[in-house]
């Protein structure tokens, strides 16, 4: 009976899903963003056996997958189905990870929101990095989650480096995947394995660390450290920065040194800028939204940071 109920809920979700994608697609049907011409041109850069150049190269799994479609004739309109389609899988990743925390209807709820929030879903119909960037995330942390021999571990590391290079702030992505592979082995008493791919990880660090910085180089990182800009393209809120930086000039070149400059010299600033910079980002609330916006944030959001500490203490108690 409980997988009949499942299969029909599942089925009720997948309609609600093909309906609202449908009545999208209708509304909107392939846009462009201010980035789309950069990847298509970085697409056929790679389609001509060249490597794309400059802020290109921070988008690179995009530009590959752009590639794809463009190189096998489905052009845009693939690109855009493909969205599509990730999202679905999307869906289904969290009403599988909402039943196993929490059981079934934790899942149904949590592909519900998701399929129904209509605020994400427009940007399926954009050639642009949020839609497979949210999708991709969400499917590698469900897989991670599942994953029970090597070749699943494998394979949802995989899928998350992918993931980790659709855009620059992908690496969090990456930290993210690492720590939760580990936590998954080691709960699961894989004690060997959980050490090699520590081992791994401290091995690869300093080639990836570079990658990193490559990206970050068409990112202007110092230039909002020198002003104390919290929430980028929204200058009112910021850290008021101390007088001895006025005359500090930011080098592109090298991103990361700038940030080092500033916590060596104003380490007491930088930690504030820091913590402000991530109470931005979990909070999520903006000045600039509606207030009924940000109620709206409070009141979902808030909630489930305590949901997924219930569920990491749990997966703890069940793996100890």
């Known amino acids: 009976m409980h997988r009949f109920l499942d299969s029909r809920t599942l089925l009720a979700l997948g309609a609600l899903w093909l309906i609202i994608q449908t009545s999208l697609f209708f509304v909107f049907g392939v846009r462009h963003g201010h980035d789309t011409e950069r990847y298509l041109a970085a697409a056929d850069a790679i389609l001509h056996g060249e490597i794309p150049l400059g802020k290109a190269t ?17 052009g845009e309109g693939g690109i855009v189905l493909a969205h599509v389609l990730l ?16 059981g079934a209807p934790a899942g149904v709820v949590a592909a519900f929101l998701y399929i129904a929030y209509l605020k994400l879903h427009p940007w399926n119909f954009f050639i642009l990095t ?17 994953s029970r021999r090597w070749w699943q571990w494998v ?11 659709l855009r620059p702030n992908g690496f969090i992505l990456l ?15 894989r004690r060997i394995p959980s050490v090699l791919v520590v081992v791994a990880a401290l091995l690869l660090a300093p080639r990836f660390l570079q990658l ?29 920065p101390p007088s001895t930086l006025r005359s ?12 080092l400059f500033v916590v060596r010299t104003e380490p007491w600033y930088a930690t504030k800028l820091a913590l402000a ?15 009924a916006y940000n109620v709206l944030i409070m009141a979902t959001l808030y909630p489930l940071y305590a949901c997924a500490a219930v569920g990491l203490f749990r997966a703890t108690s069940e793996g100890s």
């Open 277 to 291: 910079k991530l109470a931005a980002f979990f909070l999520t609330v903006r000045p600039y939204h509606h207030v």
């Open 87 to 102: 999202t679905g899988i999307a869906a289904i990743m969290l009403f599988r990870m909402g039943r196993r925390l929490f």
């Open 175 to 189: 930290l993210a995947t690492f720590v939760l592979l580990v936590f998954r082995l080691w709960t699961a008493r």
């Open 248 to 259: 500090f000039t930011p080098t592109p070149s090298d991103p990361f040194q700038d940030v």
């Open 155 to 165: 394979g949802a590391f995989l899928i998350s480096i992918f993931a980790a290079f």
């Open 212 to 240: 990193a910085k490559q990206m970050s180089t068409h990112e202007t990182i110092g230039e909002y450290y020198r002003q104390g800009i919290i929430i980028p393209g929204y200058e009112r809120l910021r850290v008021s």
């Open 130 to 146: 949020d839609s497979p960037f949210a999708s991709l995330t969400i499917i590698a942390c469900g897989l991670l989650l599942e």
């Open 58 to 74: 921070s988008y690179m799994s995009y530009n590959l997958f752009v590639a794809a479609f463009r190189g096998t004739g489905l």
